[in-house]
């Protein structure tokens, strides 16, 4: 049953809404969709977390945290799109719908996926369902923003196929490439074929991430996509990738080589930082810049698995508490640009005064994204800085600090001035607010106040868990 509901039955109401000759119809079954695969995402939480379905399908620690992510947010949106997909346009939401359904499967193939060959064939198919998306206005900009991000994940991805590939010739004496046999032998796969196929698999899914310097297309994608897609693009997607890069990290811990990838993560982390901290100082518009932040927290989370022990840990818990974040913003984001009609930073004023609510929401967003206490982010960022400490690598330090520091203020300096400053309007009366678009910014601020300043048990033994299968903790 649980193979049904959260596999398959989005596809068939994929199919069903692009059988459907009306809109209006279309926004139910999405909403549906997403509370019934909510609903048996919950439900796991009642079985252990080892679960096997078939040898290709099933679920441990880190997938079990992952699809959680994937199902909350994927229910925020579809609540946000009921009164997104109100107001009258040209186009049809036909696309959108069907796409973000299939999306949805996609996803959660991805978590569930105990085979390095099916986990990239679910990578892939979610790079393709995402292209669509992306162009859902069908402007200039984010036509070319969609080939863009076709052409470096198409590249990304085959990078991926071929270090999966050379995976399977280190496991030559194994004859397989299912996770648990990789795992279980790992000692006897071949050191040097497996550090090819680790830095081709680390390059190939790293730009799936965003990771500097095969961050390229996030921009101009997160820049051109409609808010809600850039929400999924930027929490569940990069989750989807980061757990890709994890499985990566998995067999090379457990074939001893983790002197070898540990020092690839770090630098691919600290470079991510820095990209990220030169491109948001005078960045102009507001997608854009939260390109740029998402570029910054997937180098956090590999810096994390770099630095091990604790900082796996921490990497969990950022990962969890940024998909959140970063799905609040953009919807908030999304918000500002159905009011204001830009998406251009100086076009965007006194939004606390014009849309209070969003207003309130973004200020929040600013608060939890720059790991401000006593939110989850200053929590992980804290840990990992420990572990820097601990292992005593005073440059990464240094570097670390000063791009989170020159991130923080730049993200303040347009943030603040976009809700605190004078709008251009003022004695225009303030348009009401969509009760549908604000609910799912009061879901995802509920959840952030639970994964991360109270960090309920479960929740907790879950990331312990998780981090366990890197030997962390």
Request: charged share 10%; glycine share 10%.
């Amino acid at each position: 049953m649980e193979l049904f509901l959260l596999l398959s039955l989005p596809l068939l109401m994929a199919a069903l809404v692009f059988a459907m000759p009306q809109d209006g119809l279309r926004k139910p079954v999405l909403l549906s969709t997403a509370s019934i695969h909510l609903s048996a995402t919950a439900a796991l939480w009642q079985g252990p977390r080892d679960v096997h379905f078939n040898a290709f399908l099933g679920f441990d620690a880190l997938s079990h945290l992952v699809l959680n992510i994937i199902s909350i947010l994927f229910f925020a949106v579809a609540v946000y799109l009921t009164g997104h997909l109100k107001e009258k346009r040209k186009r049809s939401n036909r696309i959108l719908t069907g796409c973000l359904l299939c999306l949805l499967s996609a996803m959660t193939l991805v978590t569930m996926s105990r085979h390095m060959g099916l986990l990239w064939i679910a990578i892939a198919v979610t790079t393709l369902l995402s292209a669509p998306l992306i162009n859902y206005y069908r402007t200039g900009a984010s036509i070319e923003a969609t080939w863009k991000y076709l052409l470096i994940s198409s590249l990304g991805i085959a990078l991926g196929l071929l270090g999966t590939l050379f995976l399977a010739v280190s496991a030559t004496s194994l004859k397989t490439i299912f996770l648990e046999d990789i795992l279980a032998n790992a000692a006897s796969l071949s050191p040097s074929w497996l550090k090819l196929s680790a830095i081709f698999l680390l390059v190939g899914y790293g730009t799936k991430m965003g990771l500097a310097p095969m961050h390229a297309w996030k921009p101009d994608a997160y820049g051109e996509a409609p808010a809600p897609v850039g929400a999924l693009m930027s929490g569940a997607l990069t989750g989807c990738a980061f757990l890709a890069v994890f499985r990566v990290a998995q067999i090379c811990f457990h074939a001893h080589l983790q002197e070898f990838i540990s020092p690839v993560f770090i630098l691919l982390g600290v470079l991510s930082l820095g990209i990220a901290a030169v491109f948001i100082i005078g960045q102009k518009d507001f997608s854009r810049m939260l390109g740029y932040s998402s570029v910054e927290h997937m180098g956090i989370l590999v810096l994390g698995l770099g630095l091990g022990g604790g900082a796996i840990w921490a990497s969990l818990f950022h990962m969890v508490n940024n998909a959140f974040a970063k799905g609040l913003i953009f919807l908030a984001a999304g918000n500002l640009y159905r009011h204001f009609n830009t998406r251009k930073i100086e076009g965007i004023r006194g939004a606390i005064h014009t849309v209070p609510a969003t207003g309130i929401f973004l200020v929040l967003g600013l608060l939890v994204i720059t790991g401000f206490p006593p939110f989850g982010i200053f929590y992980s960022e804290l840990l990992i800085l420990k572990a820097a400490l601990a292992t005593g690598r005073y440059v990464v330090i240094f570097f670390y600090l000063l791009f989170l520091s020159v991130i923080f203020f730049g993200y303040a300096r347009i943030i603040l001035d976009m809700a605190l400053g004078k709008p251009d309007n003022a004695d225009v009366a303030a348009p009401k607010e969509d009760l549908f678009m604000v609910a799912p910014l009061v879901i995802l601020a509920l959840v952030l106040v639970f994964t991360g300043v109270f960090v309920p048990g479960p929740l907790y033994g879950l990331i312990n868990e998780a981090s366990a299968l890197l030997g962390g903790g």
